[in-house]
């Protein structure tokens, strides 16, 4: 690990008043390490609640999606200067589900990660490849990509990108990548940065995510290229959600 270890957590449309009293609790009787810096991602309705929770142990929080404009007649988004205005600090952007079931284009994708720093929140931007992509050997070209589409589009702003490497198909499928196709993609992500961002190329953390757990914590936090993860379903335990945050401060 290079950097300082980051642990997301992403609740998806998953969460409650009951998951964020579990939230609570959870915090409230475990030491978390000074070395970790941790981020919930909960549904927007709930971000003002949980950014209070939060706060009180150092945690902060951000968004799973925002809209592209400040303000405006645009019935059910919500901006990135809401998110902001509640205490968030984080936005996630190109998560595989917004590209599939949302059909958000790479257009779109840096649109929203433009409307995110300026309204000074830290985008995290997952890519990661289908299984037929991999089957075909073309992971790397699709990530590589991504990136650059995002970052061509982007320009300057994309030196505060925090990216997330997520295999689609280790996504909520139990079947986390191998620690050597993790090592290997981070390798070669790490690279493009470089030749995409020269002056900030090794500043951006580089996240693992896809079925993480507190079991395989370890092994994939261990991997010199990961500086932290992002958690889908193991973030709704909260029990497994500390123990993957417990593995990184043993890195
Ligand atoms: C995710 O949704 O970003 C994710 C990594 O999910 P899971 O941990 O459930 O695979």
Redesign the pocket.
Known sequence: MHHRPLVVA?W?MNGSKTLISDLEIGLGSSVLPSTVDIVLLPPSVYLAEVVMVAQQYGIQCGIQDSYVEEKGAFTGEISAEMVKDVGGEWALIG?S?RREYFSEDDDLLARKFEAAVRADLRPIL?VGESLEDRAQGRALEVVKKQLNSIADRVGPSFSRATV?Y?PIW????DQAATPDQVKDMHIAIRRELEEIDPSNGPQHRLLY????QAANASTLLSIDEVDGG??????LDMGEFLGIIAKAGEQ
């Not at 280790?170 to 499928?173: K, N, R, S």
């Not at 992002?230 to 973030?235: E, M, N, T």
């Open positions: 992403n998806k998560h589900e997952c997330a997520e280790a996504i909520g499928t995510g896809g079925s993480m992002l958690i889908g379903g193991a973030s």
